[in-house]
């Protein structure tokens, strides 16, 4: 008995079909399968390159650490022979004051020179106008030989170093009349 219906399914067309979804499947399994496998490489990469970053960030640490504690290095090295200078210079008990006078200057020249050639600079402001920046007015006096406002004494010399003041010079200043 044959079915004339034509709204009956067709067993050859529903066999092409089955196959063709199976196809079909097959298709997006594997797409999956490239899919699952470029994530896993993807999270693979990301943990590579976090954990490089957290090498770097470490070895950077560490670099800074280093630098820190060795950072005055050169310098103490250029100062110690200005400590050689002053500790040869106490040994000598029999220096008279003009010898030992003699030595304590040889030793802040060299002081000076180290220093200088690290960025220090001294501000000795006799004689020129007070500059708040630069100085500290600790006291003021009266004159009639200098302009109000210019530094008459230097109690304390101050110091910049490499453009930036690390300690003002402490200063008399000829006040207003």
Known sequence: MQNNDP?????????????AIQAELDALGVQLATMEAELAQARETVLREKAEIENQRRRMQRDVDQARRFA??????E????????????????A?????REGLQ???????????????????????PFNPEHHQAISSVESNEHAPNTVVAVVQKGFVLNDRLLRPALVAVVRDH
Do not use: C, F
């Not at 008279?96 to 030992?100: E, G, I, Y």
């Not at 020249?109 to 020129?128: F, I, R, S």
């Open 96 to 100: 008279d004051a003009k010898t030992l």
């Open 7 to 19: 709204h009956a399914p067709d067993p050859a067309q529903d066999g092409a079909a089955d196959s």
């Open 72 to 77: 005055n290095e050169k310098l103490l090295a």
């Open 106 to 128: 040889m030793s802040l020249d060299q002081l000076k020179k180290v220093t200088e050639a690290n960025g220090l600079t001294m501000v000795d402001p006799l004689h020129q």
């Open 79 to 94: 100062l110690l022979p200005v400590y050689d200078g002053i500790a040869l210079g106490l040994t000598n008990e029999a």
